[in-house]
């Protein structure tokens, strides 16, 4: 049943789904029901070959952006590095100090994950969903890359919120250190990738 005071346009290709209300009364600009609006916005129904040549359309777009992500990505990898202090930054950790290549572990490669520091007894609600997604990190070190979630949050309070998530993600604390503003993540967040390099440790893109 169509909506009160709703009326049907002319049909194209079986499409009954495209209303017109009229208006209330002069002068008050054409106004719609709940249902109309709901219904007048979904897409037309067409025939099967014109639905087949506009999904082809649609391909050839999205096989275009794909390929200008892909170079965009490649560009990413090669961008220069930049040589990161590991005497400069001492960390805490629940197992003692830390500097930065003892995060490594021994792999190529380190990600690390900047998570906002909102203060005493606040946390960051994308932070704190992004990190419940941060799984299956032995697959990660079969890649050859380590994991460390670092905040400017004192190491208390990181350890009783991890506590209270339960989770799993290795953490250390910056606080008192300008790891994260020398990183670009001051009052933020973001995840950077670091590799192991003859000098020391050298950051290379962010996302």
Not at 83 to 102: E, V
Request: proline fraction near 7%.
């Amino acid at each position: 049943m169509l909506p009160e005071k709703a009326q049907r346009l002319p049909e194209r290709d079986g499409d009954y789904r495209r209303y017109r209300a009229e208006p209330r009364a002069p002068g008050i600009g054409r106004t719609y029901s709940k249902e109309a609006a709901v219904v007048a916005s979904m897409p037309a129904i067409v025939s099967a070959e014109e639905w087949e040549k506009e999904r082809d359309a649609l391909l050839v777009a999205e096989k275009e952006a794909t390929r200008r992500v892909d170079a965009i990505a490649a560009q990413r990898r090669r961008l220069p590095m930049v040589r990161f202090d590991n005497d400069k930054y001492l960390f805490a950790t629940t197992d003692g100090p830390k500097r930065l290549l003892d995060f490594f572990a021994g792999r190529e490669q380190l990600a690390v994950y900047q998570f906002m520091d909102n203060g005493p007894d606040h946390f960051c609600p994308g932070c704190t969903h992004f990190t419940n997604n941060v799984t299956d990190l032995d697959t990660l070190g079969d890649a050859g890359v380590t994991w460390i979630t670092v905040s400017n949050m004192p190491l208390a309070q990181m350890d009783s919120y991890w506590t209270s998530r339960g989770w799993a993600v290795p953490y250390a604390s910056s606080h008192d250190t300008t790891f994260a503003a020398d990183c670009g993540g001051t009052g933020g967040f973001m995840l950077n990738r670091r590799r192991r390099a003859p000098a020391g440790p050298a950051r290379s893109h962010p996302t």
